[in-house]
């Protein structure tokens, strides 16, 4: 039985998506190749299927549910590399798999309410833990992906640690790389009761959302936060606080969550933003429910920032608003 773990922020960032696997990542293991072996060809192994970096997910009923391939569903586990071990629930032993275009057309056969689709937009309705799953093994994938090749000499890599490892195949190189994420800071500007909203260029229209941007080389979280909030907006920060995080495997992002308090109302737009609006909670209650603000969808951690802070100034549900919000502007 694992210890309750006493970290600040820890409960929190558990709420946010994508980070709830509690699955036990069998570390110890990873390098027994005889064990993954047995474990990938037990009654226990489930599959969980990439193509192309989609994720199976069946959407027929009324909840998205991620679908694991059983041990005899594909003829051929190393189509394209062999399988990632992602770890255990204690009832399943997880794989993640890539799969060809043949294989995928077996698997759907397989599935008819299965399709392949962007774990972004699937997983609003998906069981958190089952989204943690095919987050995690995305994650993995496109690292792996990404690490084809060796970055030293340009040599082919191959497998090691059940997937956790990739190792140089030129035996006078042998350079060994490790998963990789990007870090990105994510922050909820505000100022007195009003909160700060960007958009940005390349968004759908109408969707504004908190501020954000990948730290730097030589750059603290913190650093971080005051550069990018400076660059995007030109508001000037006084308190930095953070709140939570989230693995954001699109492709390869750690989200650090932050609330920072701004001197002054003063902001201009940036090339990267064309507009930046502040919003007091009646305002952003008013535009959400015109249809005139679109937010970002409830599975970012910029929504729960944003929820957090709405709750705090007495707006309620933020998420249960703009559900009523989409239905309201769907019958009108
Ligand atoms: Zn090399």
Same mark, same amino acid.
């Given at each position: 039985?694992?210890?309750?773990?006493?970290i600040?922020?820890?409960?929190?960032?558990?709420?946010?998506?994508?980070?709830?696997?509690?699955?036990?990542?069998?570390?110890?293991?990873r390098?027994?190749?005889?064990?993954?072996?047995?474990?990938?060809r037990?009654?226990?192994?489930?599959?969980?299927?990439?193509?192309?970096?989609?994720?199976? %997910?069946?959407?027929?009923?009324?909840?998205?549910?991620?679908?694991?391939?059983?041990?005899?569903?594909?003829?051929?586990?190393?189509?394209i590399?062999?399988? #990632?071990? @992602?770890? #255990?629930? *204690?009832?399943?032993?997880?794989?993640?798999?890539? /799969?060809? !275009?043949?294989?995928?057309?077996?698997? /759907?056969?397989?599935?008819?309410?299965?399709?392949?689709?962007?774990?972004?937009?699937?997983?609003?309705?998906?069981?958190?833990?089952?989204? *943690?799953?095919?987050?995690?093994?995305?994650? @993995?994938h496109?690292?792996?992906?990404?690490?084809?090749?060796c =970055? &030293?000499? =340009?040599?082919?890599?191959?497998?090691?640690?059940?997937?956790?490892?990739?190792?140089?195949?030129? $035996?006078?190189?042998?350079?060994?790389?490790?998963?990789? /994420?990007?870090?990105? %800071? %994510?922050? +909820?500007? #505000?100022? *007195?009761?009003?909160?700060?909203? *960007?958009?940005?260029?390349?968004?759908?229209?109408k969707?504004?959302? #908190?501020?954000? =941007?990948?730290?730097?080389? =030589?750059?603290?979280?913190?650093?971080?936060v005051?550069?990018e909030?400076?660059?995007?907006?030109g508001?000037?920060?006084?308190? &930095?606080?953070?709140?939570?995080?989230?693995?954001?495997?699109?492709?390869?992002?750690?989200?650090?969550?932050?609330?920072?308090?701004?001197?002054?109302?003063?902001?201009?737009?940036?090339?990267?933003?064309?507009? @930046?609006?502040?919003?007091t909670? !009646?305002? +952003?209650?008013?535009?959400?429910?015109?249809? $005139?603000v679109?937010?970002?969808?409830?599975?970012? &951690?910029a929504?729960?920032?944003?929820?957090?802070?709405?709750?705090n100034?007495?707006?309620?549900?933020?998420?249960? +608003?703009?559900? $009523?919000?989409?239905?309201?502007?769907?019958?009108?």
């Amino acid at each position: 039985m694992q210890a309750r773990l006493r970290i600040d922020r820890h409960s929190k960032s558990t709420q946010n998506r994508f980070t709830s696997v509690r699955l036990d990542r069998l570390v110890e293991r990873r390098d027994d190749r005889d064990w993954v072996q047995r474990a990938m060809r037990s009654d226990m192994a489930r599959f969980v299927p990439l193509w192309r970096s989609r994720s199976l %997910i069946d959407d027929s009923g009324e909840e998205q549910l991620a679908v694991y391939l059983g041990p005899d569903e594909l003829s051929d586990l190393d189509a394209i590399q062999p399988p #990632t071990l @992602l770890g #255990t629930d *204690g009832k399943r032993y997880f794989f993640a798999v890539s /799969i060809n !275009d043949q294989q995928r057309e077996e698997v /759907i056969e397989r599935h008819p309410g299965a399709k392949f689709v962007d774990l972004r937009r699937a997983s609003v309705h998906m069981d958190a833990k089952h989204a *943690g799953v095919l987050a995690y093994a995305k994650a @993995l994938h496109y690292w792996q992906y990404r690490q084809n090749f060796c =970055g &030293i000499c =340009g040599t082919p890599t191959v497998f090691r640690s059940a997937g956790h490892k990739l190792v140089c195949g030129n $035996e006078e190189c042998a350079r060994e790389f490790f998963p990789r /994420i990007d870090p990105a %800071i %994510i922050v +909820l500007v #505000t100022h *007195g009761n009003a909160c700060l909203l *960007g958009r940005n260029v390349r968004w759908p229209p109408k969707r504004f959302s #908190t501020l954000a =941007g990948f730290v730097e080389p =030589g750059e603290s979280l913190e650093d971080a936060v005051v550069r990018e909030v400076q660059e995007e907006s030109g508001v000037q920060l006084e308190r &930095i606080q953070y709140v939570s995080s989230q693995p954001w495997p699109f492709p390869a992002s750690a989200m650090c969550g932050f609330f920072a308090e701004a001197v002054s109302m003063d902001c201009a737009t940036t090339d990267e933003l064309e507009e @930046l609006r502040w919003f007091t909670v !009646d305002q +952003l209650v008013e535009a959400v429910m015109s249809g $005139e603000v679109l937010l970002s969808p409830p599975v970012s &951690i910029a929504f729960r920032l944003l929820a957090e802070w709405f709750e705090n100034n007495n707006g309620g549900d933020l998420e249960a +608003l703009t559900r $009523e919000a989409r239905q309201r502007l769907k019958s009108a």
